[in-house]
């Protein structure tokens, strides 16, 4: 995995950085995928560096 990550820890980094929806565990499961915090971005970032 990138940056050395184990297949669990880049699987509970996704659910942990989710963002909840709301709704119970069987209708959203972890959530709304927020991939640019669980690459540790502000979800506001464009990757230029002008945020």
């Known amino acids: 995995m990138a940056d050395g990550a184990s297949n669990s820890q880049a699987r509970d980094t996704l659910n942990s950085s989710a963002e909840d929806l709301g709704l119970s565990s069987n209708e959203?499961?972890?959530g709304l995928?927020?991939?640019a915090?669980?690459?540790?971005y502000n979800s506001g970032d464009d990757g230029t560096g002008d945020c």
């Not at 915090?37 to 540790?40: E, G, I, K, T, V």
Request: aromatic share 0%; net charge negative.
């Open 28 to 30: 959203q499961g972890s």
């Open 33 to 35: 995928l927020d991939a």
């Open 37 to 40: 915090a669980a690459l540790n």
